[in-house]
Nanobody, 127 residues
Framework: QVQLVESGGGLVQAGGSLRLSCAAS????????MGWFRQAPGNEYKFVAA????????YYADSVKGRFTISRDNTKNTVYLQMNALNVEDTAVYYC????????????????????WGQGIQVTVSS
């Protein structure tokens, strides 16, 4: 069973920065893509960013373009999300997700495109 562990969340003032990381367990021997989703109170999961492993192609939601940067460490099966210029609307629980080579779900910007998920980590931006 693959386990994803997120870290780096917390409380930050508007305009500040946070860096999230997500490390896969030993059970993850290969990766096709990893991504981040977030859920604000009372809302559904929304896509934030994703990265393909082979060519490091990145995808971003319009709401975070120019502010967030996703990157990966191939040797560690770890993905990072650098979040700059945070605003109150970024407040949410952030979830890390992994798409394995065996998973048939397509796409990167919807939850159905991933087969493994972390437990989530809180990011709170104060005004």
């Amino acid at each position: 069973q693959v386990q994803l562990v997120e870290s780096g969340g917390g409380l930050v003032q508007a305009g500040g920065s946070l860096r999230l990381s997500c490390a896969a367990s030993r059970g993850t021997f290969s990766t096709r893509a990893m991504g981040w989703f977030r859920q604000a109170p009372g809302n559904e999961y929304k896509f934030v960013a994703a990265i393909e492993w082979s060519y490091e192609t990145t995808y971003y939601a319009d709401s975070v373009k120019g502010r967030f940067t996703i990157s990966r460490d191939n040797t560690k099966n770890t993905v990072y999300l650098q979040m700059n210029a945070l605003n109150v609307e970024d407040t949410a629980v952030y979830y890390c997700a992994l798409k394995s080579p065996h998973y048939s779900g397509r796409g990167y910007s919807t939850p159905s495109g991933y087969d493994y998920w972390g437990q989530g980590i809180q990011v709170t931006v104060s005004s």
